[in-house]
Every structure is written in C-alpha cells, then in structure tokens.
C-alpha cells in the first residue's frame, strides 16, 4: 500500500481541487493571533494553482457543535489568505447550496474559494455519508491537508473518500506521515523518546508501542508522578493518575523486560501552591513533602536526562517536563528543548509533537531548532501509538 503525494500528479489544469485544510486557528476578537497552520498550507495550495487547477479549501474552527457560531466562522481565515495570497478569495456561507456548487465549478483556473466551517453542520462530525458527497461535489480531486484531523472520522477525512477516485496527501501531510512513520518504525539509532505532560492516559499507547522500539525512554512531567506512586513515593500534592497507577506498573515491568532504558525523576521543583507559590525547592524525590508538589524536574534530572540524550541519532518528544508556563517551573522544559536542539544541530532527527510541546517552544523561541514539528496533537499520539488514523487509511492505494 502506499499513499500518492500531490506531486506525484500531474493533470491539474482546468480541475477543481478540493482541499481538506487545518485552519483551526487561535483567535482573539475576530483576528488570528497565530497563523502558523494557515502558513504550512501554502505549499502545497500554491503549487496545484501554479498547475492550472482551482482550489476549494475547507476547514472546521472551535467547537461549535453542529450550529452556526459566528464568532467560530472562518471569515478572518478568508481575509488573511487573500493577504498571504495577494487576491481575491470567494467565500461559500451556506455549504449545502446547490447554487453554490455551481458557482464554485463555474470559476476559471486559478481562482481560490474557502467553505465555510465545516463543524456548523451536524454531518461533519458525525462522519454522514450524505454530508460528505456534498462536499465531494465541490471538487474533481481530494487532497488532505489536515494532518491534526486525519485520528478522526469525520465526513471531510474519511466518509468524502467514497467519491473521490483520485484521493492525495499534501506536502504537510507527506512530511508528517514520513517523520512519525518512518523515524519511528526504523529510527536512526540511539533512539530515545522524551514524554511528559500530565497524564498517562492519554499516552499509554504511545508508551506501549514506544518501549518495545526506543533504547532510552525519559518520562518527566505530571505523569511521572504516577509511575513514582507505583514505587511507592510519597509524592505529596502532585498531579497523578490513581486508577493509572497498575498501568504505570505494567509499564515498568515491561520495560524491565526490554532491551530499553527506562529513567524517572530523582529530584524535583516544588511548591506548596503553583499560582502564588510562597515556598519554592528543589528535593530529591523521595523527600517531598505532603504540604507541597512537585511542578517541574529537578536540576539533577536534567542532568541524568541530558546525559542520556547526549549521542541519540533519533529523538521524538512530546509534553513538557513541567508547568512551562510558569517561570518558575519552566526550567527543566527549557533545558531538556536546548538538549535536543544541540543533538539536533550535530545531525540527530528531532520530532516533537503534541499542543503543549508546541508551545514550549514557541514560548522559548526555539520552534525552528528542530527536524520536525508535527501539527497533530492527539492525531500524533494515535499515530505513535500504532492506532488506525481514518484520513490517511482513505488514501492508501494498492
């Protein structure tokens, strides 16, 4: 099976391609504060309209629950494409509108029409058969853009895949599908992986595929909480997962028998309140007290952590090691994003996923030190966690 990239055709001229889109984009009062998503489609809208096709995007934006959200609709996206683009850019309201298929066909080569959001109707997240031929209707070819969407059946990845017989990954889905696939399954080696963030359970799968492939595997953040529970700890009011504690077991105990490396935190920042800490130290593990949690690794694990990074041919990360977002707790994330970025820099490939890595290290500057970024948060953890991903399945060709 493989999958046909947009460059692996050619007949674009006088087409209509419809393209699924990733514009779920952070907004504040009507405008896009960051259009980093919106960016990374250009590629690949701009080289099937340098081939003579015409383009249709479409996207969802929030979670307006199947009902028109005005302040969810896709109008600033419009606007801020026809900056990017430097034209004119037609705008369809109402999706279902047989006249508005119409005049989105009659449109010569070249011309740019954005859907308005897709999650205004019910069909789209209800993977409807009926709502995705509609959409059909709107293109001659289907390219998925929109990796982040691509763990989901929704009616513009998965069921639209029914009418399409031409079906194609852009060159952001390509790239996300080849770092995630091909690094995981057949990473250069050292391979180590770096998972934090605050919960278990949205990462078991990931670390259940990952022990059996990584030879070094860091787990920091509130979820190493858990598995220091399972040794028995005395963890204090840190963050951690009761009913995950068997799983965090489980995990260890697997590691145990694997050719991998397991490392946990010896020591950690703590505070006795993370939004106005009055007290502020750094203890070894088991010395944490009930009064107080533990919100960010300590210096001793950064070391132990940055010495074990140090050679890796392959790293993928994903979470932070702490609350970030507070500067007193951000340390041991920005030491372990310059740990990888220095790997990085010698020839390692980095891959990061995951919303809260993104924002590490766009918060430290640091987004462009690393091989990889990947725009899928929980799309990214299914794909590392071995799961079915129903808009990528759809493209897959014998």
């Not at 007949?11 to 990374?40: A, E, F, H, S």
């Not at 691509?150 to 009616?155: E, G, N, V």
Request: glycine share 10%.
């Amino acid at each position: 099976m493989e999958i046909l990239s947009v460059d692996k055709y050619e007949n674009y001229k006088d087409k209509t391609v419809l393209i699924r889109c990733d514009y779920n984009v952070p907004m504040q009062n009507g405008k896009i504060t960051d259009d980093t998503r919106i960016i990374k489609s250009m590629e690949t809208l701009k080289y099937i309209l340098d081939r003579g096709a015409s383009v249709v995007l479409m996207s969802h934006l929030g979670k307006p629950e199947g009902k028109k959200v005005k302040k969810l609709s896709l109008l600033p996206v419009k606007k801020h494409l026809e900056k990017l683009l430097g034209k004119k850019i037609g705008f369809i309201e109402d999706i279902t509108d047989k006249n508005s298929i119409k005049e989105v066909k009659s449109k010569k080569s070249g011309a740019v029409t954005l859907l308005e959001n897709l999650r205004f109707y019910p069909g789209e997240e209800k993977d409807d058969e009926s709502f995705a031929k509609i959409l059909s209707q709107y293109g001659d070819i289907y390219v998925n853009e929109a990796f982040s969407v691509s763990h989901r059946k929704h009616a513009s990845v998965h069921a639209i895949g029914k009418f399409f017989d031409l079906k194609l990954a852009g060159f952001l889905m390509e790239k996300e599908i080849e770092y995630l696939k091909k690094y995981i399954d057949d990473p250069k080696r050292p391979f180590a992986a770096v998972i934090g963030g605050a919960k278990i359970s949205s990462k078991i799968d990931v670390l259940m595929n990952l022990i059996e492939k990584v030879d070094i595997l860091l787990i920091g953040g509130g979820m190493a909480f858990t598995f220091l529970k399972a040794q028995r700890y005395e963890i204090g009011k840190s963050i951690f997962e009761e009913d995950k504690v068997p799983v965090a077991m489980n995990i260890m105990n697997y590691a145990g028998k694997s050719e991998g490396m397991l490392l946990l935190p010896v020591d950690a920042v703590i505070a006795d309140d993370i939004e106005e800490p009055g007290k502020i130290k750094k203890v070894a593990i088991n010395k944490i007290p009930r009064n107080m949690a533990g919100l960010d690794i300590g210096p001793k694990t950064e070391e132990k952590f940055i010495s074990a990074l140090i050679g890796a041919k392959t790293i993928l990360w994903n979470g932070p090691m702490g609350v970030f977002e507070k500067k007193e707790f951000s340390h041991g994330t920005l030491k372990i994003a310059r740990a990888i970025a220095e790997e990085t820099a010698k020839g390692a490939i980095s891959i990061l996923g995951g919303g809260d890595t993104i924002s590490a290290v766009n918060h430290f500057g640091m987004y462009n030190k690393f091989t990889h970024v990947s725009t899928g948060g929980g799309a990214s953890l299914d794909f590392m966690g071995g799961k079915e991903m129903p808009g990528i399945e759809i493209l897959k060709v014998c």
